[in-house]
């Protein structure tokens, strides 16, 4: 046999070779992404719309806010929620799930109340919002770290955990400055857990009492002034 026989069947065992090294990488890859349980997939998209939600409102808080601790809570928002979307977007490319472009319908729609409101009602539906907002990111990382089976997806609800808890007692310190009510308490655990779905629906129900009562308290300001 030639050398150059020799030198073209060594090239193309070592081209056979890396085939099967990159079909094997990309199996394992096709194999994690189906492999992770609904409850990964729902927490990669929920916390990823809470978050792209945070930093729009944030924004807002910061271009609209009337009160000093408003704009500042909104710049934190910003801040904290882009390097936690950061992470959780390098997560959800590991395991092969395309997430959300856009924060969900709910989300959304208070976006666009808040875009229409100013001053003292701005203030109190902002806060009132993002303490609805953080319980139920609350609720959606727990029922995560409870029920979730990759161990990355729920290593990034473990990181996560502690800022927004952190934010959501930020603002219910804020909602008791503002006399506004903070009745969504920020420790949850096993509040998920053991209520299932009825907690989304709780937290939309609290949540509408907050933004109602900061309104109201908003209107009663104006009239009195």
Do not use: W, Y
Request: aromatic share 2%.
């Amino acid at each position: 046999m030639s050398r150059v026989m020799v030198v073209f069947r060594r090239c193309a065992l070592v081209a056979v070779a890396a085939l099967v090294v990159v079909a094997g990488g990309v199996g394992t890859a096709e194999a994690r992404s189906t492999a992770l349980s609904p409850t990964d997939r729902a927490f990669l998209a929920g916390a990823h719309q809470s978050n792209l939600a945070e930093i729009a409102t944030g924004k807002l808080a910061q271009a609209k806010g009337q009160s000093a601790e408003v704009k500042e809570l909104g710049a934190m928002l910003v801040a904290d929620h882009t390097a936690l979307d950061a992470a959780l977007r390098e997560v959800a490319a590991s395991v092969r799930v395309s997430l959300p472009a856009t924060p969900n319908a709910e989300q959304r729609a208070m976006q666009a109340q808040l875009s229409k409101a100013s001053g003292e009602e701005f203030d109190a539906m902002f806060v009132a919002g993002q303490l609805k907002g953080h319980a139920a990111a609350m609720a959606l990382g727990e029922k995560e770290l409870s029920n979730g089976t990759d161990a990355s997806v729920k290593k990034a609800a473990a990181d996560s955990a502690p800022v927004i808890m952190k934010h959501h007692e930020m603002f219910m310190a804020q909602a008791k400055a503002m006399g506004l009510p903070a009745s969504v308490h920020s420790g949850l655990s096993g509040v998920a857990a053991s209520a299932g779905h009825q907690v989304p629906a709780v937290l939309m129900g609290l949540g509408c009492l907050l933004i109602a009562g900061g309104l109201v308290l908003a209107m009663r300001r104006r009239t009195v002034g």
